[in-house]
Nanobody
Framework: QVQLVESGGGLVQPGGSLRLSCAVS????????VGWYRQAPGKQRELVAT???????NYAGSVKGRFTVSRDNAKNTVYLQMNSLKPEDTAVYFC?????????WGQGTQVTVSS
């Protein structure tokens, strides 16, 4: 069973930065495709960034140039560095991992961008 635990969310002012972390356990981490998604109130969950094992990063247009997804295989952790945050980035951020044909989700971490 794969488990994902996110951390690093919080309240930040517009223009600020946050780094989210997602610890992955219970799988051969290095072969896992990981990604970040977010869901704002009243909206559908949407892709933020994905990082396949050994593959190229993929970003939503709304975050390209501001957010960076990365992974540390030694620590079984994936990160989302978020810079130049905007109020419209406010959402619950979820970590996702795909292992074979199975998709796993974390519990989510709240990010609020407000002055």
């Amino acid at each position: 069973q794969v488990q994902l635990v996110e951390s690093g969310g919080g309240l930040v002012q517009p223009g600020g930065s946050l780094r989210l972390s997602c610890a992955v356990s219970g799988s051969t981490y290095s072969g896992v495709t990981v990604g970040w998604y977010r869901q704002a109130p009243g909206k559908q969950r949407e892709l933020v960034a994905t990082l396949p094992s050994g593959g190229m990063r993929n970003y939503a247009g709304s975050v390209k140039g501001r957010f960076t997804v990365s992974r540390d295989n030694a620590k079984n952790t994936v990160y989302l560095q978020m810079n130049s945050l905007k109020p419209e980035d406010t959402a619950v951020y979820f970590c996702k991992a795909v292992v074979g044909l199975t998709t796993y989700w974390g519990q989510g971490t709240q990010v609020t961008v407000s002055s």
